[in-house]
């Protein structure tokens, strides 16, 4: 007896006048992509489409092009890497509804940049944040963890909900020596810190940053000067947790102060500390569990939103059990 998942399946779709302005546009290139992302096969005939393949391929080529129909438009229609990360979300979830995530959109000052979570995971994050005074996401990398938690950052201090933006990390050698970089120490950081800084002149101008910087709004330094701190009406932002050890976490920890909402992040795939020593986003993991308060959320490669070849080299990677390596 055949397994129901293998037999060839057809389905056809009817398309409104607005499905048929959208998927045939520019050559058929969304059922094109559609087609390579899911191993189906999609015939056209006037406003039908016919879908073709495997049970459980068809199933995830139709939703897929239900959640283009009902989100997207001629003026803003999904490219390759939006159809790739909706198509691991169908996967995942066969009910997944793109305006789910659309719902949950913040925006960077009044006129600015909109983000919105792309996955079931990042939704969650999303909600964790809104939620939570102290959030942990912990995540391969791809995922958005730092990305996200800076919108949320900008958010919180152009909506003057906060009055300050603190952005730190350890500054752990992840092979090669920072003893070796030219400058002073300030010269030495600031290429580690690097992607925190791409991250927020993805989603503010450059001067603005500046303007932010120079009244103290916005401040980035390494995890050692935070000690002998505390930091109030803050948002704060720890990121590469997964290279402090048990006593760093700890002092970060207890840096928190009155109206602050702090994110850490991390990957514990990725530890750069030295084995003898236990990683404090581990430590943290284990002993904060089920704190009120205190969220954990955990991402994987379908979480992932950079090309869609990450995924598979993070799974591939997990396959054989490597994760010492610096992705």
Request: glycine letters at 8%; a neutral charge; charged letters at 25%.
């Amino acid at each position: 007896m055949e397994d129901s998942d293998t037999v060839e399946l057809e389905e056809k779709i009817n398309l409104d006048s607005k499905g048929e302005e959208l998927f045939f546009a520019n050559n058929d290139e969304i059922l094109r992509e559609i087609e390579e992302q899911t191993g189906v096969y999609i015939a056209a005939r006037g406003p039908v489409l016919t879908l073709r393949g495997k049970r459980e391929q068809v199933e995830v080529a139709k939703s897929v092009i239900e959640n283009i129909s009902n989100q997207y438009s001629l003026q803003k229609y999904p490219d390759k890497n939006e159809i790739s990360i909706l198509v691991r979300n169908v996967k995942k979830d066969q009910k997944f509804d793109v305006k789910n995530l659309s719902s949950l959109k913040i925006k960077i000052g009044p006129h600015g940049k909109v983000i919105t979570p792309k996955s079931s995971g990042q939704a969650k994050y999303f909600e964790a944040i809104k939620k939570n005074d102290l959030v942990f996401v912990i995540g391969p990398a791809g995922t958005g963890k730092t990305y996200l938690a800076m919108a949320f950052a900008l958010n919180y201090l152009i909506s003057e909900n906060i009055s300050r933006i603190i952005l730190t990390r350890p500054v752990v050698e992840a092979g090669e020596s920072l003893g070796y970089l030219p400058g002073d120490l300030e010269q030495k950081v600031n290429p580690y810190l690097r992607p925190l800084y791409d991250a927020i002149y993805d989603m503010i101008p450059y001067n603005m940053f500046q303007r932010f910087v120079e009244r103290g709004a916005i401040e980035v330094a390494p995890l050692a000067y935070m000690r002998g701190r505390t930091l109030h009406d803050s948002f704060i932002i720890l990121d590469e947790a997964q290279n402090t050890t048990r006593g760093q976490m700890l002092m970060f920890l207890t840096r928190i102060g009155f109206n602050s909402k702090t994110i850490i992040t991390g990957d514990i795939t990725q530890v750069d500390i030295p084995r003898s020593k236990d990683s404090g986003l581990i430590v943290a993991a284990r002993v904060l569990k089920g704190i009120k308060g205190i969220s954990f959320v955990y991402l994987g490669p379908e979480d992932v939103v950079r090309h869609p070849l990450v995924e598979k080299i993070i799974k591939a990677f997990e396959k054989e059990n490597v994760g010492d390596e610096n992705i």
